[in-house]
């Protein structure tokens, strides 16, 4: 099973951005599609952004898109969040999550199958 660390979490005025960071060890990082979820304080987990094992596929939640764009660097063995225009709404605990790339690469298996979490970074954003 592969473990996920993540970072770049912080405190930002609305407007402003951050980049989170997924750092992946003890398996082949390419074996995995990799997506970002949160959850706010009172609320259930949400999916956010997701791409496949190469990199050549992404995908994202509307309530992100055109803000947040989501990279990988399989030599690194990193995924990356890129959050831009941050809202208050966007306040929440960011997990990195892993999807075996042998349960298919439609979005909806891959969706179904993050089996690997991260311990979550907390970001905030001020109005």
Known sequence: QVQLVESGG?????GGSLRLSCAAS???F???HMGWFRQAPGKEREFVAAITWSGGRTYYADSVKGRFTISRDNAK???YLQMNSLKPE???????AAAE???GSSWRSILANFGSWGQGTQVTVSS
């Open 101 to 103: 790339t042998q349960y």
């Open 77 to 79: 063995n990193t995924v």
């Open 30 to 32: 390419s074996s995995y």
């Open 10 to 14: 912080g405190l930002v005025q609305a």
């Open 90 to 96: 966007d306040t929440a605990v960011y997990y990195c």
């Open 26 to 28: 003890g398996r082949t």
